[in-house]
């Protein structure tokens, strides 16, 4: 069975400085893996997904994340964050399969401070 | 284009009530998806439908059950509410490409 750990639960930083969420996953077949944002009070919105191809994905917002598959990681990073930034990350990790479904990290809080 | 929509947003309900959370979508996707999510512990899948006329359980399906009577609507019913069911509920939907598409949620809580 598949399962993902978000090693931070909360990470504080300041404005304009880099961040790095990290996420490590486990699995026994080839994933999908992705990395949603949930803003105050709101559902989760995509970022960015790994499906194939170049292990580096970009997203939006300025975000990127590399999969690493010999270490069975997928950490999430930004160069320079924003106070708009703050919100929880939820990193996700999918094994395919007929019901496609996804298994949720416990999420890292990131608080950019100005 | 609405995309995934829930109603209520906000419930209270006594332990022993009963309540359907309504999740309607518009993208014509195939799987529809409900979770709960609680402090610290991420989002955990209730149940899950696959297409029209087809549920199954997810992680912690106990307590409820759904139905997916039209391809567009998934319902969530809780026969008999308790406290441990406080927690805010999404339903999400998708199509072929694994991106699931969330609601804004339902924040329920059980006295």
């Known amino acids: 069975a598949q399962s993902v750990t978000q090693l931070d639960s909360q990470v504080p930083v300041f404005e304009e400085a880099p961040v790095e969420l990290r996420c490590n996953y486990s699995?026994?077949?080839?994933?999908?893996l992705f990395w949603y944002v949930q803003y105050p009070n709101q559902g989760l919105q995509l970022l960015l997904k790994y499906l194939s191809g170049s292990t580096l994905v970009k997203g939006i917002n300025g975000f990127e994340a590399e999969f690493n598959k010999s270490q069975t990681s997928f950490h999430l990073r930004k160069p320079s964050v924003h106070i708009s930034d703050t919100a929880e990350y939820f990193c996700?990790?999918?094994?395919?399969?007929?019901?496609?479904?996804?298994?949720f990290g416990s999420g890292t809080q990131l608080t950019v401070l100005p | 284009n609405a995309g995934v929509t829930q109603t209520p947003k906000f419930r209270v309900l006594k332990t022993g009530q009963s309540m359907t959370l309504l999740c309607a979508q518009d993208?014509?996707?195939?799987?529809m998806y409900w979770y709960r999510q609680d402090p610290g512990m991420g989002l955990r899948l209730i149940h899950y439908s696959v297409g029209e006329g087809t549920t199954a359980k997810g992680e912690v399906p106990d307590g409820y059950n759904v139905s997916r009577l039209k391809k567009q609507n998934f319902l969530l019913g809780l026969e008999s509410a308790a406290p441990s069911q406080t927690s805010v509920y999404f339903c999400a939907s998708s199509q072929h490409s694994y991106e699931q598409y969330f609601g804004p949620g339902t924040r329920l809580t059980v006295t």
């Open positions: 996700a990790v999918s094994e395919g399969g007929s019901a496609r479904q996804l298994t």
């Open positions: 993208m014509n996707h195939e799987y």
């Open positions: 699995s026994s077949v080839s994933v999908y």
